[in-house]
């Protein structure tokens, strides 16, 4: 069965993870709705502080609380099982073992004072039973699977014994030590040279066709869209603005965000052309804009754009554009 024909892994239906605070309240996740299906991967992209990795980490259950609260009327289902309310033995059984989840710096997410080997193994025992020479083992092979050098070494070292890629295989590893059915990659290859983040990507693409599971990609690096993943979710100010497959965000987008992302990336085709920027920055989450949160900043705006946007349907089902004017765009091709 195709990634495109296949059921939803993970269905998320109008998501809202709001931060109560002292100044007021953080609306960073807004209604959030998609899927991920078995054996794909799905990307989530937009700039810094439009809720991608509260998404994530939402879906996860690790968001402390309090500040943040999942809204009621929020559905996270995983096969059909609702995970929000399911409580916290019920998720600690699923993290890891049915999702697992590679977070954006690894320094800070591997342990200091424990050995890479102990931390592999400590899943490999708590989700599926293996004494601690059977984990100590299955680490090493791991660490194998996942292209580290001398992986019978490494395995009794400290992080900060390794680089910054040996450390993100490492995460790796350690996400794939349960053959999860999805994998959440929270900006894999932050911090990365250009040729580490190829490896990185080349092997997440290896292991996703190897091990048959989904994946839920967080970035703002459009390149690493393209490369990898299968369809694209665009979010903005805490809701998505698009979502379609990989062409269409590509070949035809349908929200002048997407094009200002996609305009501001170098092109092989003009290396002089000058770099466009989008002008200003994204809201305060406290105080959100009205209609359309991205207005202030859009070329194309006009007086209807200070009505409520809602998702548009553009006739193939998946592509979704939050803009009154999306179809027309599309139509003409204006929008690019």
């Known amino acids: 069965m195709s990634a495109e024909s296949a059921p939803a892994l993970l269905s998320v239906r109008d998501l809202r993870t709001w931060f109560f605070t002292d100044q007021g309240v953080a609306k960073a996740v807004d209604g959030v709705s998609f899927d991920v299906r078995a054996g794909e991967t799905l ?15 939402s879906v996860l259950g690790l968001l402390p609380q309090p500040p943040a609260r999942v809204m009621e009327g929020s559905s996270v289902r995983l096969r059909g099982e609702e995970l929000i309310g399911s409580g916290e033995r019920r998720m600690r059984a699923l993290r890891g073992n049915e999702i697992s989840m590679i977070f954006q710096e690894p320094m800070s997410s591997l342990n200091p004072v424990y050995k890479i080997g102990g931390q592999i193994a400590e899943s490999l025992r708590l989700h599926r ?12 092979r791991l660490l194998a699977e996942v292209g580290l050098s001398e992986p019978e070494r490494r395995v009794d070292e400290y992080p900060h014994q390794l680089s910054g890629g040996m450390r993100q295989r490492v995460m ?24 580490v983040q190829a490896q990185i990507l080349e092997l997440l693409a290896e292991l996703r066709g190897k091990f048959g599971m989904a994946v839920l990609l967080i970035t703002h690096d459009l390149g690493v869209v393209a490369e990898v993943c299968d369809r694209v979710v665009v979010m903005y100010a805490g809701q998505i603005v698009e ?12 929200h002048p965000y997407t094009r200002g992302l996609l305009d501001s990336l170098p092109s092989v085709e003009d290396p002089g052309k000058r770099l466009d920027s ?28 200070e009505l409520p946007q809602d998702l548009v349907e553009l006739g193939e089902e998946g592509r979704t554009a939050r803009c009154w004017r999306a179809p027309s765009l599309v139509a003409t091709g204006a929008a690019t």
């Open 172 to 195: 790796i590893a350690m996400a794939l030590s349960c053959e999860p059915s999805l994998l959440i990659a929270d900006e894999p290859t932050t911090a990365l040279d250009v040729t």
């Open 278 to 305: 989008i002008p200003g920055t994204v809201p305060n989450p406290i105080d959100w804009p009205t209609g359309c949160r991205f207005r202030a900043r859009c070329p194309l705006a006009t007086e209807g754009c």
């Open 243 to 254: 979502t379609g497959t990989v062409y269409d965000i590509f070949g035809e987008p349908a």
């Open 129 to 140: 039973g293996m004494d601690r020479k059977a984990a100590r083992a299955e680490a090493v």
């Open 43 to 57: 990307g989530i992209v937009g700039e810094s502080g439009c809720g991608k990795t509260v998404t994530s980490l």
